[in-house]
Nanobody, 120 residues
Framework: TVHLVESGGGSVQSGGSLTLSCVWT?????MGWFRQIPDEEREGVAL???????SYADSVKGRFTISKDNANNTLYLQMNSLKPDDTAVYYC?????????????????WGKGTLVTISS
C-alpha cells in the first residue's frame, strides 16, 4: 500500500517562499506535485523521474523546484516568488510508470493535499 503525506502548506505574502514536503511509501517511478482550486481541474505543477530529471508547468518555471531525498523517502517542492495565482491545495502524487504527462491521469496514488494561500 502506498501512502503519501504532504506538509508545509501555509499562508504567505506575494513574493514570499514556501517549501512543501511529501513523505512516501512504496517504490514510485514518477513523482509529482499538482494543485487544485475549487471548480477547476487538478493542474500538474512539476514532475520528477526516478533518475532525477524534472519537468515543470510553464506557469511555475524558474520559480518552483522539485527535488527528492531517496534516503528519507521525501519529495519536496521549493516555491519562490509566490503569486496570488499560486493559491491552491497542493497534492503529492506518484506512479509506478515513467513520467509522461503533467495531466493528473498520469499518476496513480495521491496524498490528501496541503493548502497554500498567497495574499497580495
Amino acid at each position: 500500500t502506498v501512502h503519501l503525506v504532504e506538509s508545509g502548506g501555509g499562508s504567505v505574502q506575494s513574493g514570499g517562499s514556501l517549501t512543501l514536503s511529501c513523505v512516501w511509501t512504496g517504490d514510485p517511478v514518477c513523482m509529482g506535485w499538482f494543485r487544485q482550486i475549487p471548480d477547476e481541474e487538478r493542474e500538474g505543477v512539476a514532475l520528477i523521474s526516478i533518475d532525477g530529471s524534472a519537468s515543470y508547468a510553464d506557469s511555475v518555471k524558474g520559480r518552483f523546484t522539485i527535488s527528492k531525498d531517496n534516503a528519507n523517502n521525501t519529495l519536496y517542492l521549493q516555491m519562490n516568488s509566490l503569486k496570488p495565482d499560486d493559491t491552491a491545495v497542493y497534492y503529492c502524487a506518484t506512479s509506478g510508470t515513467t513520467c509522461y504527462t503533467l495531466k493528473s491521469y498520469g499518476m496513480t496514488y495521491w496524498g490528501k493535499g496541503t493548502l497554500v494561500t498567497i495574499s497580495s
